[in-house]
């Protein structure tokens, strides 16, 4: 929930190097690009904020060592440095300790150091803390911090876990898009076993969730319940209730809505692999300018079949809806489909196809994308995207890479 490094956030590279050293009890991470477009993201309680930056100079590095008997401990640092003033430096210290053969502690330690450009990437009159969401050049620090207990037996996991994310939060090198919350997590769950039959494993999951701001009100609580059943076939299903008591959004606040959710994967063989889920309940209309609950409804399904050892087609189409309570018009209604396919000419030298179709915004994605892996160390891509939009049902091309 930190989200301290997000790859993607490195947009448009001039450049981009990185170097990996993998030691029998330790590894380093250096990487180094320079970003023609860097996107600019500010965390905050309800909402975040998104601009368009322009060029900058991006560094990660990452330590982490072993120190036996699965415990390991970690240090990062990322700085991103934009071009024409201001700055967001992040330092970081995780790890996890194996406390016995049942009970592991695990902590992440953010600090970030951060000046702002003094540019128009981003327009609002909204504040954090004490600072103006406005790029106006202000200098400010803040702290990111999670600590998680897990006893973990044959039968029972008991996981206690903290979050500490103040209001002056932020990763410049990551997607934190939540902060100024103060975020308890309670969870118990139970397994039971069979050897033989149709059923082999039986879960049943509690979750309890506890948000505050930094003003100590009230944001979230709510409540998680999971029944899971793995049966034969390499084959699970599970049924997920997910209860909310309050929300405090924008000021406002939710009382008492939930959501039903069934889920179903399947991997019978090395041909067919499929998942699919079925939600239906109540929810929020975050998107909407004047947001109330809503009936929501979402399918998600993806089949992956593998037709020989060259060849292999995934296809997979996600279906959401939130519907006005009081009368037949919806907040938001739409689906995206896409069609992965690859061939492998041989083992080292493959091509893989990707069709994208977004319904909310009428976009036409396609990726096609060459692979030469000439020895196991060694990779080489040649690729491209082309994004279309839909005009008068015309797709035209809006952009290509």
């Known amino acids: ?4 490094f997000y790859s993607r956030s490195i947009n448009d590279p001039i450049y981009a190097l990185k170097m990996l050293n993998q030691g029998k009890n330790s590894s380093i991470l250096f ?23 322009g060029k900058s100079l991006v560094n990660i590095f990452r330590y982490q060592h072993l120190l036996g008997n699965g415990s390991k401990i970690g240090i990062m640092s990322s700085s991103r440095v934009y071009n024409g003033g201001g700055y967001g430096n992040l330092f970081g210290l995780d790890g996890l300790i194996q406390i016995s053969n049942t009970l592991r502690f695990a902590f992440d ?45 044959e039968n029972w996991t008991t996981y206690i876990a903290y979050k500490h994310i103040d209001p002056n939060y932020r990763a410049d090198v990551g997607f934190a898009v939540k902060n100024d919350r103060k975020w308890i997590t309670l969870l118990q769950s139970h397994n039971k076993f069979w050897n033989e039959g149709f059923l082999k494993k039986m879960t049943f999951l509690v979750k309890k969730d506890i948000l505050y701001d930094f003003n100590n009100n009230l944001d979230v609580m709510s409540l998680d319940a999971i029944l899971n059943a793995d049966i034969i076939g390499n084959t699970s299903i599970s049924y997920i209730y997910d209860f909310d008591f309050t929300t405090d ?24 692999s499929i998942t699919s889920n079925f939600g239906i309940g109540r929810d929020i209309a975050f998107n909407s ?14 089949i992956r079949i593998q037709i020989n050892n060259s060849f292999s087609i995934a296809n997979s189409i996600d279906f959401s809806r939130l519907k006005y309570m009081d009368k037949n018009e919806f907040y938001y209604n739409g689906f995206i489909y896409r069609a992965d396919s690859k061939y492998q000419f041989t083992n080292s030298l493959g091509i893989r196809l990707v069709i994208e179709l977004n319904d909310f915004n009428d976009y036409l994605f396609i990726q096609p994308l060459f692979e030469w892996t000439p020895n196991p160390f060694t990779i080489f891509y040649i690729g491209g995207n082309q994004n279309l939009i839909n005009n008068n049902k015309n797709y035209l091309v809006d952009n290509s890479q």
């Open 289 to 302: 300018d004047n947001p109330e609950i809503g009936k929501e409804l979402n399918f998600f399904s993806r």
């Open 109 to 153: 330690i953010l600090k970030n150091f951060n000046r702002e450009p003094n540019r128009d990437w981003i327009e609002s009159d909204d504040y954090f803390g004490e600072n103006t969401v406005k790029l106006d050049g202000e200098k400010f620090r803040g702290n990111g911090i999670s600590l998680a207990l897990t006893r973990r037996t």
């Open 1 to 4: 929930d930190l989200q301290p």
């Open 249 to 272: 959004y924008l000021g406002k606040e939710y009382k008492n809505y939930g959501t039903s959710r069934i889920n179903f994967s399947s991997n019978p063989n090395e041909i067919l």
């Open 31 to 53: 990487l180094s690009s320079i970003d023609r477009n860097s996107p600019y993201l500010i965390a905050g309680n309800d909402k975040s904020y998104f601009g368009e930056g």
